[in-house]
């Protein structure tokens, strides 16, 4: 499965300027820009879940969104570009300072899958890496990787390994416990 219609490059770049108007507005505790629907194109105005990840010299900065669509696309947009500034528990709210240098990038998300798997050895056989976004869940418990992640972790086991840890569970998790797995595609673009 993949993203049925990508979006325009217009409408790409309409989304990256909104996300940079966000992150601005927020980091400097203004209000955010304002959002007229009918302004936008249908593509946007669509209901979609998407992922704002910021980066400066190449390391994550931030990283926030949706995993299944609730809102329209641009308004998701914009609410996770400013998230992923200032509510990142990982990081400091981003400065000022260093507006300049962030990157960012958009990840629009198609809904996610349940992936059945009798056995770990199973799961790890229908991964694909570099394609397939992953999401893992027990009880309250979840976490997700894009499939960018497999850029770092493009062993399936160090991925998955890594996973269980962000869902905050032993690393060897998914190979003791039948979890939910669903999987995802990404339209990625960047500015």
């Known amino acids: 499965m993949t993203i049925?219609?990508?979006?325009?490059?217009?409408?790409?770049?309409?989304?990256?300027?909104?996300a940079r108007l966000?992150?601005?507005?927020?980091?400097?505790?203004?209000?955010?820009?304002?959002?007229?629907?009918?302004d936008y194109s249908p593509a946007l105005q669509e209901e979609g879940a998407a992922f704002v990840t910021?980066?400066?010299?190449?390391?994550?900065r931030g990283c926030i969104g949706a995993i299944?669509?609730?809102?329209?696309?641009?308004?998701?947009?914009?609410?996770?570009?400013?998230a992923a500034a200032t509510q990142d528990f990982r990081f400091e709210p981003v400065r000022p300072e260093e507006l300049e240098?962030?990157?960012?990038?958009?990840?629009?998300l198609t809904r996610p899958m349940p992936l059945a798997y009798s056995s770990?050895?199973?799961?790890?056989?229908?991964?694909?890496?570099?394609i397939d976004g992953v999401v893992i869940k027990e009880g309250?418990?979840?976490?997700?990787?894009?499939?960018?992640?497999?850029?770092?972790?493009?062993?399936p086991k160090d991925?998955?390994?890594?996973?269980?840890?962000?869902?905050?569970?032993?690393?060897?998790?998914?190979?003791?416990?039948t979890l939910e797995v669903l999987v995802y595609q990404v339209e990625e673009f960047h500015e």
């Open 101 to 108: 240098s962030l990157e960012i990038e958009i990840s629009r």
């Open 140 to 155: 309250f418990r979840r976490a997700t990787f894009l499939p960018q992640v497999w850029e770092k972790l493009p062993d």
């Open 120 to 130: 770990p050895e199973d799961l790890v056989s229908k991964l694909r890496p570099g």
């Open 4 to 18: 049925a219609h990508l979006l325009s490059p217009e409408d790409q770049q309409i989304l990256l300027r909104l």
């Open 68 to 82: 299944e669509a609730y809102q329209p696309l641009v308004q998701d947009v914009c609410e996770h570009a400013a």
């Open 159 to 177: 991925f998955l390994h890594n996973l269980c840890h962000k869902m905050g569970a032993p690393g060897n998790y998914w190979q003791t416990h």
């Open 54 to 60: 910021l980066t400066r010299s190449g390391k994550l």
């Open 22 to 38: 966000s992150i601005e507005a927020a980091v400097r505790d203004e209000d955010p820009p304002a959002l007229k629907l009918e």
